[in-house]
T-cell receptor, first 114, second 115 residues
Framework: NAGVMQNPRHLVRRRGQEARLRCSPM?????VYWYRQLPEEGLKFMVY????????ESGMPKERFSAEFPKEGPSILRIQQVVRGDSAAYFC????????????FGSGTQLSVL | AQTVTQSQPEMSVQEAETVTLSCTYD???????LFWYKQPPSRQMILVIR????KQQNATENRFSVNFQKAAKSFSLKISDSQLGDAAMYFC????????????WGAGTKLIIKP
């Protein structure tokens, strides 16, 4: 049973480009969470999605950031017109139920904006 | 607002010895959960141990145990018989019982194991 898969592992973008980060949850998990980790900081919650629904996006910037979790395929975190301040590690976690206290994390995508 | 503070940016310990990582938190909630996560160089967050606030008994997982002091809002992690594979960043995290995905994280402690 593969764990949470995130790709790419590293992503380099120039300012103004778009970044697309992918997350495939563990098999059987329909709840996906995205977190951002800045250098020397803990994770910050961004968004919680279930299949085809955004449940809570209170941690996500209102502009340039969007997330989806379609019926088929991975969850996508999309950042448009990236700026240097978007450089961070982006982590995805999944769980089989919304009240599951054990989140399974992926290895993250390190986004570097030049 | 709930906050989690890890006051030790870095700790080092000799292999086979015991080390304690500190964590304090601030909350007005009475029902919540506390976690310690390990982040090795592979970057994947791995749950080490979990504590429910309503339980007075300290959680234990093999060589890992916690000292949970609810009144003091303190949640330290003790690692016994340290091994080289324990070297990692350790994060303390908190969540309320009602928002189970909005973990609030400390800044982390880098643990170095000296052979």
């Amino acid at each position: 049973n593969a764990g949470v898969m995130q790709n790419p592992r590293h992503l380099v973008r120039r300012r103004g480009q778009e970044a697309r980060l992918r997350c495939s949850p563990m098999k059987g998990h329909s709840h996906v969470y995205w977190y951002r980790q800045l250098p020397e900081e803990g994770l910050k919650f961004m968004v919680y999605l279930q299949k085809e629904n955004i449940i809570d996006e209170s941690g996500m910037p209102k502009e340039r950031f969007s997330a989806e979790f379609p019926k088929e395929g991975p969850s996508i975190l999309r950042i448009q017109q990236v700026v240097r301040g978007d450089s961070a590690a982006y982590f995805c976690a999944s769980s089989p139920t919304p009240t599951n206290e054990k989140l399974f994390f992926g290895s993250g995508t390190q986004l570097s904006v030049l | 607002a709930q906050t989690v503070t890890q006051s030790q940016p870095e700790m080092s310990v000799q292999e086979a010895e015991t080390v304690t990582l500190s964590c304090t938190y601030d909350t007005s909630e009475s029902d919540y959960y506390l976690f310690w996560y390990k982040q090795p160089p592979s970057r994947q967050m791995i749950l080490v141990i979990r504590q429910e606030a309503y339980k007075q008994q300290n959680a234990t997982e093999n060589r890992f145990s916690v000292n949970f002091q609810k009144a003091a809002k303190s949640f330290s992690l003790k690692i016994s018989d340290s091994q080289l594979g324990d070297a990692a960043m350790y994060f303390c995290a908190y969540r309320t019982s009602t928002q189970d995905y909005q973990l609030i994280w400390g800044a982390g402690t880098k643990l170095i194991i000296k052979p």
